[in-house]
C-alpha cells in the first residue's frame, strides 16, 4: 500500500508560482505512473498532468500546458508539480496520484482518474486576482 502526501500549497497572486510536491511512503513508487488532479468547489476532479513511470513522457491538460511541469525524483519517491503564471482558475485542492500502469496504455490512461489506485489527501492552491 502506497501513502502519498502533497505539500506545497497555499495562497499566491495571479501570475505567482507555487510548487507543490508529493512524497511516497513506498520505493514501489518508482514504478508506478504519477500524475496530479485537482478539483476546484462545485466542479469535478479534473486531470492536470501526468508522467510515466521512468519519465519518458510527460502529458497537460490543454489548460496548464506550457505554465506547469511535472517531474519525479525516484531515488527520493517524490512527484512534483510546478505551477507558473497562476490565474485564479487555477484555485483548487490539488492531489497526487499513482498507480501501475500497463507499457502498452495510452495518454487517455493516464488522463483518467479511475486509472490511478493511490491518492494523497490533497493541498489546497488559492490564487487572487
Known amino acids: 500500500q502506497v501513502q502519498l502526501v502533497e505539500s506545497g500549497g497555499g495562497l499566491v497572486q495571479a501570475g505567482g508560482s507555487l510548487r507543490l510536491s508529493c512524497a511516497a511512503s513506498?520505493?514501489?513508487?518508482?514504478?508506478?505512473?504519477v500524475a496530479w488532479f485537482r478539483q476546484a468547489p462545485a466542479k469535478e476532479r479534473e486531470f492536470v498532468a501526468a508522467m510515466r513511470w521512468d519519465g519518458s513522457s510527460t502529458y497537460y491538460a490543454d489548460s496548464v500546458k506550457g505554465r506547469f511541469t511535472i517531474s519525479r525524483d525516484n531515488a527520493k519517491n517524490t512527484v512534483n508539480l510546478r505551477m507558473n503564471s497562476l490565474k485564479p482558475e487555477d484555485a483548487a485542492v490539488y492531489y497526487c496520484?499513482?498507480?501501475?500502469?500497463?507499457?502498452?496504455?495510452?495518454?487517455?490512461?493516464?488522463?483518467?482518474?479511475?486509472?490511478?489506485?493511490?491518492w494523497g489527501q490533497g493541498t489546497q492552491v488559492t490564487v487572487s486576482s
Open positions: 513506498e520505493r514501489t513508487f518508482s514504478r508506478h505512473a
Open positions: 496520484a499513482s498507480g501501475a500502469m500497463s507499457p502498452f496504455e495510452g495518454i487517455i490512461s493516464y488522463k483518467t482518474a479511475t486509472k490511478y489506485a493511490y
